[in-house]
């Protein structure tokens, strides 16, 4: 793969140019068509998606952001930009309620919810490749773990990029000072959200201590794990970390992770399930924060580029697998 040289050594720099980099998908090339699917009663969820300017993709990617994104997160769109010029039809999922969807579902989303993926496994053609952004990685691992072996019909690889493994210790990461700005964003952000929920159903949201809410850790605890039946955030995080189902992945997975990620502890991706299992190949970059490989010089959004690599090679290498090993 093409090393990353980056244009921001500084892990927080380099988190924020991620987030604000100008990104568009060249929509007269490949416009952007809107589908709805139910992926469980009263919930639909809304799915962007572009197609690349030929007769027959290469395949398909499925796309899902992180906390309190949605399929107009940057790195999101430009994957689908990436991907489409590279033959690729992709297909860019909003966890429920995200993207300006509140009204298509009654419930929330959570860090571990797999239902709305495995619905579009069958609902979209092969060969499918799953690609989560840091939240949606956790649910693109947890959901390739859930399946096992029945994967490998469905799926030819899955990419988990800057993604929260374990999420007890990375809302612990996220707590300490110096990644404060970034937990009151996300809190800020979850607390709108959810008092949009609550004015829409006051009896299915309940607000209460909502106003007291500072700490992710805290809105998972009375709102989230309330809701799901977790009962409390540690339950929830313990039962749906992607760790705990990595042994049971039996389809190609990559895991990009950079050591500077300020959010996600690094020693998470240096033993246990991830190198456990010969499945799972983990790529350590020495820089690049928190979804922030943004390069150095042309072109910018590296990330990209090494996913489409690897995406080519297990795809060339489905191509010359026997029938029956598929």
């Not at 989303?109 to 939240?135: A, C, K, Q």
């Amino acid at each position: 793969m093409d090393p990353f040289r980056p244009l921001f050594r500084h892990p927080h720099l380099a988190t924020l140019a991620g987030n604000f980099w100008r990104r568009a998908i060249d929509e007269s090339r490949f416009p952007t068509k809107a589908s709805l699917y139910q992926t469980a009663p009263g919930t639909q969820v809304l799915v962007h998606e572009n197609c690349p300017d030929k007769a027959a993709p290469k395949g398909h990617l499925l796309l899902l952001h992180g906390l309190q994104g949605s399929s107009a997160s940057g790195y999101m769109v430009s994957m689908a930009q990436s991907a489409c010029e590279a033959g690729y039809h992709v297909h860019r999922l909003n966890m429920r309620g995200c993207g300006g969807t509140e009204q298509l579902t009654d419930t929330l989303y959570n860090s571990g919810l797999t239902e709305d993926v495995i619905y579009l496994l069958d609902r979209i053609p092969g060969p499918l490749f799953l690609i989560g952004y840091s939240l949606g990685g956790n649910v693109m691992l947890k959901a390739a773990g859930e399946l096992a072996q029945a994967a490998g019909a469905k799926v030819a690889g899955v990419i988990a990029v800057s993604t929260p493994i374990d999420l007890a210790a990375c809302v612990r990461k996220l707590h300490e000072f110096q990644n404060r700005i970034y937990e009151l964003r996300f809190v800020l952000s979850l607390r709108s959200s959810y008092r949009g929920r609550h004015l829409a159903s006051p009896e299915r949201f309940p607000i209460e201590g909502l106003d007291r809410t500072w700490t992710v850790y805290d809105f998972d605890d009375r709102f989230t794990a309330q809701h799901f039946g977790f009962g409390t955030a540690d339950h929830y995080y313990r039962t749906q970390s992607s760790w705990r189902f990595i042994d049971s992945i039996a389809v190609p997975t990559l895991v990009v992770q950079a050591k500077d990620d300020p959010l996600i502890p690094f020693h998470l991706f240096e033993s246990g399930p991830l190198q456990a299992n010969s499945h799972v190949t983990v790529c350590p970059v020495d820089h690049g924060g928190h979804l922030g490989f943004i390069a150095s010089r042309t072109p910018r959004f590296w990330l990209d580029g090494v996913l489409l690599q690897w995406i080519e090679e297990i795809r060339n290498k489905r191509a010359v697998l026997p029938v029956s090993t598929l």
